[in-house]
């Protein structure tokens, strides 16, 4: 690692800690040349997922996409957003672990409309509404009573 107030090569790592829940180690070194001391982060390097759109265009998935979706279903709700950005970060981590490189449209859809469903039942039928493109309002009363025959 080069140092970044000499641009020496030589260095040595004096502490190393886990840190972002394992996913990355947090390291501090000191230089060998001029003993400068700076933190370095490593960390696996992940394929980006692409999601498959409906119509079979390809894009890359967008976190921000998927938290302003939640976040609009979770409008006026007892659903803060430390809890939608905890509920995105599972959304994703599961994805990644499920799928290589390519992700369809209709998994993500299910996954946040299967963790939506534990947390808040508005915000469920809110997002359902949008995902599954309900026409009218016995889409709306079907999609209740399945809720209400699971419970």
């Keep these: 690692m080069r140092c970044p107030k000499c641009g020496n090569l030589e260095d040595k790592v004096i502490d190393s800690r886990s840190a972002g829940n394992g996913a990355v180690i947090r ?3 000191m230089c060998l040349g001029c003993s400068y001391r700076f933190t370095t ?7 980006k997922l692409r999601v498959i759109k409906r119509d079979g265009r390809r894009e890359d998935l967008s976190r921000q996409k998927m938290m302003n979706g939640i976040a609009r279903a979770c409008e006026k709700r007892p659903i803060g957003p430390e809890q939608v950005e905890r509920l995105v970060d599972e959304i994703i981590e599961a994805l990644e672990a ?20 534990k947390i808040d039942e508005v ?8 995902y599954r493109r309900f026409r009218d309002v016995n ?6 009573r399945g809720m209400m025959t699971k419970e």
Aim: charged content about 35%.
């Design 98 to 117: 499920e799928y290589e490189r390519e992700v369809p449209s209709d998994a993500i859809g299910a996954k946040v409309m299967e963790r939506l469903e």
């Design 41 to 47: 982060y490593e960390e696996v390097v992940k394929a």
């Design 139 to 144: 889409q709306f009363l079907s999609a209740i």
């Design 123 to 130: 915000a469920f039928v809110r997002f359902a509404s949008v």
């Design 27 to 29: 390291r501090r070194r």
